[in-house]
């Protein structure tokens, strides 16, 4: 079995479709994930699925690798039917699913991961494994080297090791969930050009993203799903990217009462996906400093991040500072100096007691998934004496505060027992966003804090920001998505191998210096 | 495998149901497989099975035997479920007990004369302090270095096997003996019984007690930082909680449990040390807090039927001929069970998140 043999896809008639799902029905309890959902994906093209968190994009991609069984439904691969009412003991032959938090094994190498998921056993050969690696990353366009623990690599490099050992396994449909949610720009171009060449070969690729103006450009198709059904299905150079917003965010408003209310209307909520909408505040950046760093120098939390080098940063009430720059330029390192989680080497940060911390990775920093949603919401005001009865809970009046948390953080289909992990991305999201501004901080750092969240999500997460803004707390928003950063920031700072190089006032916009800043040009 | 999957049931999800499934399974499989060993080798499998129930639950007395047979395992087994909880592997129970249980000695040994009242307290106290501190140990070098704590304790094992040995055979042997044993505990060290006609004594209370007490510190905030430690170390970091000094303190409750154990078996049993004090107790309580899913009742169920297993046993020889050792394959088995049950519902979880080569990444 060797990899080159198993991608290579040349004698099958274009007229069959790689895959195809056909009427795919799956409730979960009295809830409708999915309802007669049927699409196909032809060898050789990117077909996007764009939706809503909850729209039922990731469970039909779920039900296509065979990680969950559909209710009803029809499933064929390569023209053959396929079990699809049915979990099975691996992926999917033929089928690699990319999951937005990775599925590699930190401790192993990449060639020790092939080796591993192939269970070839413990004879297996690492060398032989780990050149079937290089082999499909010079051939695909995005080289990783494969005896390195996978731990030690960027997030990029994981990702693009995850799919070249999909690749050598011999998928020929790969499943791209939010690829481009952690990535910098150079990371998201070297995956464009993998995808390009994986389906030039013949490959078929099922993609899921949010970002719309992305999804024009890399996708030939595109399905739209919304409640768990599919309600629009175009062409991507017959579509303009306002049809597929509306498509997206629906004319529900009148309709749901549990939406209405909190400012999103659908013409508002299309602009942000569009990614048109600025943000506006009412609060004017203040004089008085909430934070200031001076003089820092940290070292970097894990391999393929800068350490931080005679860092200077003041922020203000009342004002967001954006941090740009590529990945790995020291966010990860400035996020937790600022959160008070890693201690300068050198200089001195004057921080408040409370700082509101929204850290990059959410299942590994910012909730603990197995754990209730109560428990998760009372991570700081568990201490406060008023929810204290000795060495007890009241447990009346904590719940009562759970909820009102839960209310004003806009957490949409939480109960006060359940594991955390039942709920979406995005509602996670929202969660540890309204834990820490629960506690009135003077300073918030929020470390890319949209990353996987749908459009409504976005808008949620954005108003809360803005409100303790407005509130007089000072923010800092850190993320490698520069129109992120345009459309909520003051101000925006570039770091670049762990130095600020240089600021860039928004309402200026000199986005041609904002380039060159970022490329290391001061 | 199955350790880690139960480790990562929290206190609320560690469903009292799911565990007893899982154990009533587990027990299921065996008695049959050993059904069906003893069948093989010409026993009546009916008959060994009666002898074995009237062996430990037939008489007052014999009920008596298993109830002192569990009391130590319960004990130990629930000082160590809050450390196992939040993923902290303490083996280092034999050795924890056979310091309590020296330190119990050495304190009756040298103080024969005082009333009962102040001296059965005192051995209580220093058994316990004494195997605290060989727990406290390993925990503060996983505190300050990381050192893997399976090991830290297991090496403490081996090293209270042979201070008992140098110890045993040397200054503290006993005149009367050949045996490397010490000299009989005075009387008014020894633990009172409680029901008439048996042997039970109150440390099976003081065992009992640890459930209610464990129960309430579920609800307590610090149960409720011990979860988030045992959850999500990062994140408990972001609460201001230190997770070196809850290592610390996890490890040492649990050396406080086993040290209690080692004094009750001296001082309430045996009434003289030996090197053998600690097993098979001391590994057997860890199995038994996993049997029972970390939850206190099912370790209160596990530890009764570890206790009968283990007194039944004694008694198969006179009642079905049977060589008292099909105990120990009796009980390999259930763990072998219990082990394949417990990876088998991790790797079926409804969660859909299921991947044949991912699901033991760090979620």
Known sequence: ?522 | MSLLSLTHRTPRQASFGRGLVNLLTAVAVVAGLVAALLAMVGVDPAGTAQAMWSGSFGTLRSTGETLIRATPLLLIALALIPSLRAGLYNIGAPGQMAFGALASTVIALQAPTLPSAILVPACAIGGCLAGALTAFLPGLLKATWRANEIITTLAMNFIAVAVLGYLLTGVMQSDFANLPQSDSLPANSALPTFIPGTRTHIGLLVALLAVPLLWAADRSRLGYRLRIFGANPSLARQAQIRPGRYTIWLMTLGGAGAGLAGWMQVAALDHRLYVGIATPVGYAALFVALLGALHPLGTVLAALAFGALLHGGDSLQVGAGVSPEIVQVLLGLILLAYAIRATTSAATGTEGRTRSWTFWKRS
């Open chain 1, 1 to 522: 079995m060797h990899a080159a043999n198993s991608v290579a896809i040349v004698d099958r008639p274009a007229a069959t479709p790689a895959v195809a799902l056909k009427h795919i029905s799956k409730t979960f309890g009295t809830n409708a994930a999915l309802t007669d959902v049927t699409v196909d994906l032809r060898p050789g093209e990117v077909h996007a699925l764009v939706g809503e968190n909850g729209a039922g994009k990731s469970t039909l991609m779920k039900i296509l690798a065979g990680y969950l069984p559909a209710d009803t439904g029809e499933l064929e691969v390569d023209g053959r039917a396929a079990p699809a009412d049915r979990v099975l003991s691996g992926p999917r032959v033929g089928v690699g699913f990319v999951e937005q938090e990775g599925g590699l094994i930190r401790e192993l190498t990449g060639a020790e991961n092939l080796i591993l998921a192939e269970g070839t056993g413990f004879l297996a050969d690492r060398a032989a494994a780990g050149a079937r690696i290089r082999e499909l990353g010079n051939r695909f366009g995005g080289a990783v080297d494969p005896h390195v623990p996978v731990e030690l690599l960027a997030v990029g490099q994981r990702q693009r090791l995850e799919i070249l050992i999909m690749l050598a396994r011999g998928a020929d449909v790969l499943i791209l969930d939010e690829p481009t949610a952690a990535l910098g720009i150079e990371d998201a171009a070297i995956l464009t050009e993998i995808i390009e060449r994986f389906t030039a070969d013949g490959g078929g690729v099922f993609y899921i993203s949010h970002k719309l103006h992305e999804v024009m450009s890399i996708a030939d198709r595109i399905t739209v799903l919304r409640g768990g059904r599919v309600v629009g299905g175009h062409a991507a150079d017959q579509v303009e990217v306002a049809q597929l917003a509306a498509d997206m965010v629906g004319q529900r408003v009148a309709g749901d009462e549990n939406r209405n209310g909190n400012g999103s209307d659908s013409a508002e909520l299309i602009e942000v996906a569009l990614g048109e909408e600025r943000a506006r505040t009412t609060a004017s950046a203040s004089h008085e400093v909430v934070g200031t760093l001076t003089g820092v120098c940290a070292p970097a939390p894990y391999v393929g991040e800068s350490a931080l080098h005679e860092l200077d940063l003041v922020v203000r009430a009342g004002e967001v500072v954006g941090v740009a720059g590529v990945v790995g330029s020291g966010q990860s390192t400035l996020a937790r100096v600022l959160a008070g989680l890693l201690r300068p080497s050198t200089g001195t940060a004057q921080l408040p007691d409370r700082v509101a911390y929204v850290p990059e990775h959410r299942h590994d920093d910012a909730v603990a998934l197995e754990l209730s949603v109560r428990d998760n919401v009372v991570l700081h005001s568990h201490r406060r004496r008023e929810f204290c009865r000795g060495p007890w809970f009241r447990r009346d009046r904590m719940d009562q505060h759970v909820e009102e948390v839960l209310r004003r953080s806009h957490v949409r289909g939480a109960t006060l027992t359940m594991p955390i992990s039942g709920l979406s991305g995005g509602n996670q999201q929202k969660l540890v966003l309204g834990r820490e501004l629960d506690e009135c901080p003077t300073l918030v750092v929020a470390h890319n804090p949209f990353r996987g969240l749908d459009v409504r999500a976005i808008q949620e997460v954005r108003q809360a920001v803005l409100g303790a803004c407005d509130q007089g707390a000072g923010v800092v928003m850190i993320s490698p998505d520069l129109d992120e950063l345009l459309q909520l920031a003051h101000r925006i700072v570039v770091l670049f191998a762990g130095r600020i190089l240089g600021e860039v006032d928004v309402a200026d916009g000199d986005l041609d210096q904002l380039g060159r800043l970022m490329g290391g040009v001061a």
